[in-house]
């Protein structure tokens, strides 16, 4: 399994290979072409090349060396993240801690794999099929006056925001009725 930039900064870019000359990296963008070319996107990351030529050296174009490397290194730019938060700005270890879970977390960092991971969960728990709903089961995506169905959406999500506040209004479920559709804006909920 392969993302869009493994194809360019990795499987086709020579500069990872052994027999490349090292310097090439000095002068070639990220995917392994000259900066001065009219197919170069211009960035540079010497630095990454670098790992990516060991990596190459010691794994081929496996990918599981290449994420364990990216989960070593994420783990170490944490601990001198939590470091420099520590002498920096908090004289307190446990502010800088959490600074560092915070950083650690961050969705900046996370939120690309994870959605990805849930997707081929998702994907593979339907069998490769897409889901199959009937108008019992969500009768917005069913209506046939757009205006309605974005008021409704727009609906549920200011309805599950507030569900996140108060428990005490959950609906044991959306079908059957149990969020009518919003067909004007002077519906008494909107």
């Not at 008021?151 to 200011?158: E, G, K, N, P, V």
Request: some cysteine; aromatic content about 14%.
């Amino acid at each position: 399994m392969t993302f869009f930039d493994d194809i360019f900064a990795i499987k086709e870019n020579m500069d990872i290979h052994p027999e490349t000359l090292l310097l090439n990296i000095l002068s070639n963008d990220f995917r392994g072409k000259p900066k001065w070319s009219n197919t170069s996107h211009k960035l540079h990351r010497p630095l990454c090349v670098l790992t990516f030529h060991r990596n190459f050296m010691i794994h081929g174009l496996k990918p599981f060396g290449y994420h364990v490397v990216n989960v070593v290194l994420h783990r170490l730019v944490c601990l001198l993240y939590t470091c420099v938060c520590k002498v920096v700005a908090f004289k307190s270890s446990i502010f800088a801690f959490i600074a560092g879970i915070l950083f650690a977390t961050h969705l900046v960092h996370t939120e690309a794999p994870l959605v990805f991971c849930l997707m081929a969960f998702r994907v593979w728990m339907l069998g490769g099929n897409l889901p199959h709903f009937t108008l019992q089961d969500n009768p917005t995506s069913f209506s046939d006056c757009l205006s309605s169905r974005i008021m409704t959406y727009s609906y549920l999500i200011a309805f599950n925001s507030w569900l996140l506040l108060s428990l005490s209004v959950l609906s044991y479920d959306w079908q059957m009725g149990s969020i009518p559709l919003v067909e004007s804006l002077m519906a008494p909920k909107t």
